[in-house]
């Protein structure tokens, strides 16, 4: 076998590969004798009728055809082992030469063009040294870890008072435009000072006491009216407060594990410190590959960019040669879909495939009945992340009802704060 490699780029080979007739020859019995197992020919039994008869019968181009399809992945195969070549796409396959019959002493010839991954050298690496700032580990981290602990075991209770900033309200809601009522909501309930619903309503909420009732001017964040000014009466039905539990042994006890207060300090510190680590040695990942890709240029290929820029729209329906004309807005939901695009490459051209995986990315609460249209940003509350950094807990208590701000849903009103 004679293989020669030219460089149309720094990221694309052509590969002309001549194969001898005595490396050749194997591949023409093979075919020879999986045709004459599907042929009729009177004499002789299947699968045992001569080469030559199989010649005559099916025609030479025939079995050269089969040869070559089970030929070609080899030889390529070999051929890049051969030059070191690491494909990264499947290969443009032409046969130049092939033998017409039998007799013929023509060798068997083709071209392989493929994107190839391209060369490069990487620094030194020996001496080389990563500085990263060790993370210490304060009292501050261990509290702030705990009151997250303590603030899902906190419960509400009804209070006799004027709202105020952190307490939940049990709201009603009403938007105006033209003395029309537009949109309405009852029994929503809200953190005040969470900042997730319109402009103003924490303001308007602060003072009021359950059964009073007041009204501001605000934006609708979508729907048929987004973007308008409307009035917007507010009534509260209930004034609750956020009673925490006290951080004592009963408290460890009820939240986790342990059987007092400072084991499960002693338990989150060594978690805080284990979390650390972990980022430490992140940043120390990254700050080595930034190191490495300084004054490093490695060209990516056109063909494998282009090829996954046509599966991704394809895998989000769309025809970059029909695009539409124009674009519908579409109601905002919520859920996102999205998706991602995954390619592999093998040494055979007829194994290599490429594959596209749709994902798609949702709340974990169900699309709630009422209208949305107050809410616009996501809870303030504890992030799951914070919570699952505490121990796990061995009783857990009731879950009070969620305000719309911790499972959020979707409908004309919602609207997104640009971070």
């Not at 509290?143 to 006799?160: H, I, K, P, S």
């Not at 995986?357 to 249209?373: E, I, Q, V």
Request: hydrophobic residues 30%.
């Amino acid at each position: 076998m004679k293989i020669s490699v030219r460089n149309l780029e720094p990221t694309k080979a052509k590969l002309t590969i001549t194969i001898d007739q005595e490396e050749f020859e194997p591949y023409l019995d093979t075919a020879r004798k999986e045709i004459a197992e599907q042929i009729t020919v009177p004499g002789f039994r299947k699968g045992h009728v001569p080469g030559k008869l199989v010649d005559q019968r099916v025609g030479f181009g025939a079995v050269a055809g089969e040869a070559v399809n089970k030929a070609i992945p080899d030889f390529y195969s070999q051929a890049l082992q051969t030059k070191e070549i690491r494909p990264m796409a499947q290969p443009e396959i032409e046969v130049v030469e092939l033998p017409q019959n039998a007799d013929d002493d023509t060798k068997l010839k083709f071209t392989a063009t493929v994107e190839r991954r391209p060369d490069f050298e990487l620094p030194d690496l020996d001496g080389m040294t990563i500085e990263v700032e060790k993370a210490e580990i304060t009292d501050e981290d261990v509290n702030n870890r705990l009151e997250a602990l303590r603030q899902r075991f906190a419960t509400l209770v009804g209070v006799d008072r004027p709202a105020q900033n952190g307490d939940f309200v049990n709201i009603d809601l009403d938007a105006q435009i033209g003395g029309e009522s537009v949109d309405s909501q009852e029994g929503i309930s809200y953190e005040i000072g969470s900042g997730t619903m319109l402009d103003g309503l924490d303001e308007a909420l602060e003072g009021l006491s359950a059964g009073e009732e007041t009204s501001f001017e605000s934006t609708l964040e979508g729907g048929e009216h987004e973007g308008e000014k409307a009035l917007v009466k507010v009534k509260v039905n209930s004034v609750k407060a956020e009673e925490l539990p006290e951080l004592d042994d009963d408290f460890a006890q009820e939240a986790s594990e342990f059987d007092t207060l400072d084991e499960l300090k002693d338990e989150i510190k060594k978690n805080i410190e284990s979390d650390a680590l972990g980022m430490q040695a992140t940043k120390a990942r990254d700050a080595f590959i930034a190191r490495i890709e300084e004054g490093l240029e490695i060209p990516a290929p056109k063909g494998v960019k282009e090829h996954m820029i046509e599966q991704q729209l394809q895998s989000m329906g769309t025809d970059k040669d029909k695009a539409p004309r124009t674009r519908r807005r579409k109601r905002k939901r919520p859920w996102t879909s999205c998706s991602k695009t995954r390619w592999s490459s093998m040494r055979s051209p007829r194994r290599w495939t490429s594959r596209c995986r749709r994902a798609t990315c949702s709340t974990s609460s169900r699309r709630s009945h009422s209208s949305t249209a107050w809410i616009r940003t996501s809870s303030s509350r504890p992030s799951c992340a914070t919570v699952r950094s505490a121990p796990l807990s061995r009783k857990w208590p009731v879950p009070r009802a969620c305000s719309p701000a911790c499972a959020p849903s979707r409908s004309p009103w919602t609207a997104s704060r640009s971070t």
